[in-house]
């Protein structure tokens, strides 16, 4: 009788592992996707912060031109009228709101400076900028309501036209002028508001040309080897600085 074969045994049964070997860094493999440039996805959109911060800058520079234009030009208009009498009769007499009061188109003027130097300035100098913009807005608006009732001024030019110290005013009226100055005012008072609250989203006009701290180092040139303090270096190191050449 002839023996009876033992069966073989087969490896790969026994270890599984060998079947489906691990794969390696990088390759691909059962639940693992193949790494490559075809598997990047699209950059992520900006944040809503950015939308947030353009949207405020655009807000605050429409808000602060228009403010100061408009109280430059109310400030060049007449703000009241009335008739002075005189020996010749009943004589006109007008006021125009720099005559009245300097205080809204001087605090214009700052307001629109504050509103260029929010841009040059960072951290707590961007907010005592955007504070000073805020406030020459009020007083603005303040000094323009002030001056809507003055009647001191119409006595003056009244005054100056008869040549009569003391000559009252009537029929006192009042234009729009004023309003316009006062509107003017809280246009530059919203910008201020607006810097404060979202000023530090912004970019900051000086650091387009700020050169950043470690540039310096990498951006540093080889030493020139023809220069004569480089060759006398190279003289003092032993090394003859015209071999390479």
């Known amino acids: 009788m002839s023996p009876v074969p033992e069966p073989r045994s087969h490896p790969e049964l026994e270890h599984p592992e060998l079947e489906h070997p691990e794969p390696g860094p990088g390759e691909p493999g059962p639940g693992r996707p193949a790494a ?3 598997r990047a996805g699209p950059d992520p959109a900006p944040g809503p912060a950015v939308g947030t911060g353009r949207r405020s800058l655009a807000a605050a520079l429409a808000l602060g031109a228009a403010g100061a234009a408009l109280a430059l030009v109310a400030g060049g208009q007449t703000w009241s009228e009335a008739t002075t009498t005189a020996a010749q009769g009943a004589l006109p007499v007008a006021a125009e709101g720099r005559d009245v009061t300097g205080a809204p188109a001087a605090l214009a003027i700052v307001g629109l400076a504050a509103l260029v130097a929010v841009f040059a300035v960072r951290r707590a100098g961007r907010t005592a900028v955007a504070a000073l913009l805020a406030l020459s807005g ?3 608006a303040a000094g323009s309501l002030l ?3 003055d ?3 119409l006595e003056a030019e009244a005054a100056r036209v008869t040549g009569l110290v003391g000559a009252g005013v009537e029929n006192v009226t009042h234009t729009g002028w ?9 246009l530059l008072l919203l910008a201020g508001l607006i810097a404060l609250r979202h000023g530090r989203r912004w970019p900051a006009m000086s650091g387009r040309y700020e050169r950043p701290a470690g540039a ?3 951006g ?3 030493p020139d080897p023809e ?5 006398w270096r190279a003289l003092d190191r032993g090394e003859d600085p015209t071999r390479d050449r």
Do not use: H, K
Request: proline share 9%; charged share 20%.
């Open 36 to 38: 490559g440039p075809d």
């Open 138 to 140: 009020a007083g603005t």
């Open 147 to 149: 001056g809507r009732g």
């Open 151 to 153: 009647t001191g001024t």
């Open 178 to 186: 004023p309003l316009v100055s006062t509107a003017a005012g809280l």
């Open 216 to 218: 310096a180092r990498r």
């Open 220 to 222: 540093a040139a080889a």
């Open 227 to 231: 220069r004569p303090d480089e060759m």
